[in-house]
């Protein structure tokens, strides 16, 4: 076989899978330049760990053996999941579907360095050992990864925010079965086929999930935001709770900053019903035509947050509900 045979034998499985996901992702929440740089950060993970792997064991600080039973992966996972960790402090994933994608390119983007490096080492290697790292190691690697960001997700969306608790959960359970998965309990090739028979439906299960909850909070948002703005504009909002609460903020606040703060909850409002009605339109295939006036509502969004000053925000962090989901669909709009 010739070596362009033997990659594509080692990868095809993960980016057919890869490529289902991104199919299967309803709402379009990840665009593909960002899966490109999501397999980009994980070639780079893997171009890190590599002289790591070979400088502890070249100088005999741990025996190869031991190495890949135990430390590869926790180095190896700690490097991966490091992208995903950025990502969610940035607000850049919504949901658990692109949580999924996410973790899925990344793990795909390491195999694709990885086996290109035991190409080089392994020449002479018969095509089941291609086949086996291709269902097997690859799929493993782009697996644990993607278990570590759903449950990331899950648990940063349950406390509101990306602390150390919030991650290692995740990333123990990665790194545990990237360690028994290289204690090879069973044949290599039984292995590879527990793995291609556990993947698959593990994905589609989360998938479903999320897109149940997906719909669930478009649906139940979007009323809301309509509801809340309806309120905004005919008069009815100083009888409403919102309305009194910022009402009752005068005493504590100046009046100009009360006014900010109610000019930032309508455009808050605004683009927050604009972005859920690009994921309805994204679902129903319907072009989606640019909007001229969203960068300067973001603009002013961006100024009077500043201008209300940190206090003031924090003040009505409960009306706007800056949530990471929240913020996750004013990004999509910038």
């Not at 890869?18 to 960002?34: E, Q």
């Not at 969610?88 to 990885?114: P, Q, T």
């Not at 935001?225 to 005919?234: T, Y």
């Not at 006036?293 to 969004?301: F, H, R």
Request: with cysteine; proline share 5%.
């Amino acid at each position: 076989m010739t070596d362009v045979a033997k990659i594509l034998v080692s990868l095809t499985p993960v980016f057919v899978l890869m490529g289902g996901l991104i199919v299967l992702d309803s709402y379009k929440l990840v665009p593909p330049r960002a899966v490109i740089a999501a397999v980009t950060a994980g070639c780079a993970a893997a171009l890190a760990c590599l002289p790591i792997g070979y400088a502890l064991t070249a100088a005999h600080w741990i025996e190869p053996r031991m190495y890949t039973l135990y430390l590869a992966p926790i180095v190896e996972e700690s490097a991966k999941a490091a992208y995903i960790i950025a990502l969610l402090r940035k607000n850049r994933i919504g949901f658990m579907v692109d949580a999924a994608i996410y973790g899925f390119a990344v793990g795909a983007g390491f195999s694709l360095v990885e086996n290109s490096f035991y190409l080089i080492n392994l020449q002479d290697a018969p095509l089941v050992v291609w086949v086996v790292r291709g269902i097997g190691t690859a799929a493993v690697h782009a697996a644990t990864m993607t278990v570590f960001a759903v449950i990331t997700k899950r648990i940063v969306d349950q406390r509101g925010r990306v602390t150390l608790t919030t991650i290692v959960p995740g990333l123990l359970l990665a790194i545990l079965i990237h360690s028994v998965y290289n204690h090879f309990v069973f044949s290599p090739i039984v292995s590879a086929i527990i793995v291609l028979g556990v993947l698959p439906p593990l994905v589609f299960i989360v998938f479903g999930r999320s897109e149940r909850a997906t719909r669930q909070w478009l649906g139940v948002g979007f009323d809301v935001d309509q509801e809340l703005l309806e309120m905004l504009a005919d008069g009815r909002f100083s009888e409403s709770r919102v309305g009194r609460y910022l009402e009752s903020l005068r005493t504590h606040f100046p009046g100009a900053v009360v006014v900010d703060m109610f000019c930032l909850l309508r455009i808050h409002t605004e683009l927050s019903l604009r972005a859920k009605g690009i994921l309805m339109m994204k679902r129903m295939e319907i072009p989606i035509p640019p909007d001229p006036e969203i960068p300067a509502k973001l603009e002013e969004l961006r100024h009077l947050e500043k201008s209300i000053g940190s206090t003031g925000r924090l003040a009505i962090q409960p009306l706007i509900h800056t949530s990471g989901r929240e913020l996750w669909q004013v990004g999509q709009l910038s």
